[in-house]
């Protein structure tokens, strides 16, 4: 882009996915300002004392002040009150994004606050992220290449679709549009239910007497399939109370394939063991991240 899109950026939300947002929005030449706030005003501050953002605001409602792009960077329980704060000042052609992980309980925060504005939110959700959080470890490239899932509204119409996709198109993101309800039951299973299972299992490990003479014959395999348990405690207690509903039925699921397994080896059944093992290879070994689904 030869000249910034939009005069001003109001950052809710001062840490890792919105600092990023911001650094990037600067390098494409998206925006002319970044204004930053955050509940904690030490994280707005550092992120001024970083170059991410330009000022800091004391509230929500003074930072989206001459605001024409606002991106919620805040856990998705507080999406209702964050938007309710910042109405009063929000310019009526202001385009609102969010970087939540579920998004059937934030369209409906964002309806309960916007009421006949709600065709301003534009529900998003970029797939990517990183074990540490914190403003410190914002990066101009967090977002590029990685997915980003839009969940439109019947309010929306063509054009503004169109303006959000060309927002995260600059970043260097892959746009995918989906259903709200079809989001959360996705990544309920490819995301927010790994992320518990990997919570579940560090907790058995080191409910052990001998967990630390395990830990210290641990390997790449426990490296990798434990990686996501060092997340974010605040984020993913909200993410997975957000998306119970979804996450406890993908839960089941694993209990089921559990159950058939231990059974397998009970019979000592080496054939159907086997199989069992090479049918979750296969398909792990297929799988291409981002790719389409088929048929699409």
Same mark, same amino acid.
């Given at each position: @882009?030869s ?11 001062c =840490?890792? @996915? ?16 970044v ?13 001024? #004392? /970083? =170059? ?8 929500? $409602?003074?930072?989206v +002040?001459g605001?024409?792009? !606002? ?12 938007? +309710?704060?910042?109405l009063?000042?929000?310019?009526? &052609?202001?385009? !609102? @994004? ?32 990183? #074990? ?6 914002a990066?101009? *490239? /967090? ?12 309010? &929306? ?23 709200p309800?079809? &989001?959360?039951?996705?990544l ?7 992320? @518990?299972l990997?919570?579940? %299992? ?7 007497? $001998?967990a630390?003479q %395990? /830990? ?9 399939s ?12 909200d993410v /997975? ?5 979804? !996450?406890?039925? +993908? *839960?089941?699921?694993? &209990?089921?394939?559990?159950f $058939? ?9 080496r054939?159907?063991v086997?199989d ?11 799988? +291409? ?8």
């Open positions: @882009m000249s910034p899109v939009y005069e001003h950026l109001a950052l809710i939300g =840490g890792l @996915m919105g600092g990023s947002f911001a650094l990037a929005a600067k390098q494409a030449g998206l925006v002319k300002s204004g930053g706030y955050s509940r904690s005003i030490g994280s707005a501050r550092r992120a001024l #004392e /970083l =170059g991410i953002v330009d000022s800091v605001a004391e509230t929500a $409602e003074q930072c +002040q605001a024409d792009l !606002v991106l919620l960077a805040v856990p998705v329980g507080a999406t209702q009150a964050t938007l +309710q704060s910042l009063p000042s929000l310019a009526s &052609h202001a385009l !609102v @994004m969010d970087v939540g992980s579920t998004k059937q309980d934030v369209t409906q925060a964002a309806r309960a606050a916007l009421g006949e504005r709600i065709a301003q939110f534009m529900p998003a959700h970029p797939i990517c992220g990183k #074990e540490v959080a914190g403003i410190e470890h990066s101009t *490239s /967090l977002y590029k290449g990685q997915q980003v899932i839009l969940t439109p509204l019947e309010e &929306h119409g063509a054009g503004f679709i169109d303006q959000a996709t060309e927002v995260w198109a600059a970043l260097g993101c892959r746009v995918r549009r989906m259903d309800c079809l &989001h959360d039951q996705s309920a299973a490819v995301s927010h239910f790994p992320h @518990m990997a919570f579940a %299992f560090m907790q058995s490990l080191m409910a052990q007497t $001998e630390e %395990f /830990l210290a014959v641990a390997g790449p395999g426990f490296r990798d434990t990686r996501i348990a060092a997340g974010d405690p605040e984020l993913w207690t /997975l109370l957000a998306n119970a509903t979804a !996450v406890i039925s +993908q *839960s089941q699921r694993l &209990h089921s394939a559990l $058939e397994l231990e059974s397998l080896l009970h019979s000592q059944n054939q159907a086997r069992f093992i090479v049918l979750a290879s296969k398909r792990r070994a297929n799988w +291409q991240m981002g790719a389409s689904p088929a048929g699409d």
